[in-house]
């Protein structure tokens, strides 16, 4: 079975854009959590979705967002960059909503210059 | 807020020893304590987890020891190898409203097991 599939790996923008992460859950798992990874912040969660409706949502601005789709497909957006965003996103997927066990995707790493 | 707190924030053990690494945190409100691997430039990987009602679980050479009157837990690694280098993570599941799958995850320990 195929793990969970984050999608650009890698990306550079520059401040005042914005940007649009994928993630595919492995098949079958219908919750999608977004996390943010920095070295100073560490790992911190975004928000989680299910059924294409956001559950749960952490302490971030309101330039972050997300959805999902019917087929379990995520998106998250950051509209205006700041520099301070520049960091791994991490998407986990589960089988279901309070699911034991999150599987991890590799991440995207973006860069704001 | 909830809170998970990690110690060390890294660690050097010799092949074959203990690696210990330990968690705490601040309210009673979490029901679920996974442990998590992460080799650079990968995802966070699930080690072995554990809930409340429980005191130890062991899978292979990782034992979770769960205090829960001390609101603390620690991973231990037995026979450490150097394949066993990486960051790990701590984490807790806060039992709010309805199911969750959002974590709140301790700072990370670097592991770094010497030949």
């Known amino acids: 079975k195929a793990g969970v599939t984050q999608t650009p790996r890698y990306l550079i923008k520059t401040r005042g854009q914005q940007v649009t992460l994928s993630c595919s859950p492995i098949?079958?798992?219908?919750?999608v959590s977004w996390y943010q990874q920095t070295p100073g912040q560490g790992l911190q969660f975004l928000f989680e979705?299910?059924?294409?409706?956001?559950?749960n949502k952490g302490n971030f601005p309101g330039r972050f967002s997300g959805r999902q789709f019917s087929n379990s497909r995520s998106e998250m957006n950051v509209s205006t960059l700041e520099l301070g965003d520049s960091a791994l996103y991490l998407c986990?997927?589960?089988?279901?909503?309070?699911?034991?066990?999150?599987?991890f995707g590799p991440g995207t790493r973006l860069t704001v210059t | 807020q909830q809170q998970v707190k990690q110690s060390p924030q890294s660690l050097i053990v010799q092949k074959g020893g203990i690696s210990i690494i330990n968690c705490a945190y601040e309210?009673?409100?979490?029901?679920?304590f996974p442990w998590y691997q992460q080799f650079p430039g990968k995802g966070p990987a699930l080690l072995i987890a554990?809930?409340?009602?429980?005191s130890e679980k062991k899978e292979g050479r990782f034992t979770i020891s769960f205090n829960k009157s001390a609101k603390q837990f620690s991973l231990h690694i037995m026979d450490s190898q150097p394949g066993d280098s990486a960051t790990y993570f701590c984490?807790?599941?806060?039992?709010?409203?309805?199911?969750?799958?959002?974590?709140?995850f301790g700072t990370g320990t670097l592991l770094a097991v010497q030949p």
């Open positions: 986990a997927s589960s089988l279901d909503r309070g699911s034991h066990e999150q599987y």
């Open positions: 098949s079958g798992h219908r919750s």
């Open positions: 979705y299910f059924s294409e409706t956001q559950r």
């Open positions: 309210n009673t409100a979490f029901d679920y």
């Open positions: 554990i809930r409340p009602d429980v």
């Open positions: 984490a807790a599941r806060p039992r709010e409203g309805g199911a969750t799958n959002k974590l709140i």
